[in-house]
């Protein structure tokens, strides 16, 4: 039976178009990926490495630097959220199969594969942020320029570039609906 499945799954002629389209896929995952993640790690390497944390002094706990970090960590989870909130939308898009037909539709979907990864990488930013504050709230040291700043525009610019690619697919779509080049989906009638 497994075999049968797997069977059904892998087209049997395998024409040049999709292996460009795997071959698409797998390098945007692996290029987005790989800046997403240098990005993050090398602002937390930078903070990591600096020894100004060790040094923990009173004029440190003012309280606008606490307001500035209160601020920092609202944006970042308001970031989350929507991060959250779109990644759960292109799972959607991508389960469900009453789409509209257009041109070229296999091709416009290699769009969201990149968004994706950048979606991931902005949640783990905010996520990374949150250790950070927690640090630095146990420290009882509020310091905004102290890698919260860098992590939060990290985050900012993450979650951009995927909302770009999600952008440039509902365009696509948006573009061949208004041209009436689009075949809704019907569902088929049985009896």
Known sequence: MPRRVFKNFWP????????VRLILLVSSIAVCAYYSSDRIESIRDSYQ???AVSKVTAENTD?????VDAEIIKQSEQFK???ALVLGGI????????VYR???IEWIYLVLAPSAVFLVYSLYAGWVLGKRY???????????TDGLIKLLEGQAGLF???????????????CFIVLGKTKPFEVEKKG
């Open 12 to 19: 049997r002629n395998i024409g040049l178009s999709i292996i």
């Open 49 to 51: 490495n600096s020894t």
């Open 63 to 67: 309280l606008n630097s606490r307001n």
């Open 81 to 83: 959220n929507w991060a």
């Open 91 to 98: 799972i959607a898009i991508l389960v469900t199969s009453k």
């Open 102 to 104: 257009t041109p070229l």
């Open 134 to 144: 927690t640090f630095l709230v146990s420290l009882n040291y509020y310091s905004p």
């Open 160 to 174: 951009l570039y995927s909302i770009a690619g999600v952008s440039v697919f509902a365009a696509w779509f948006l």
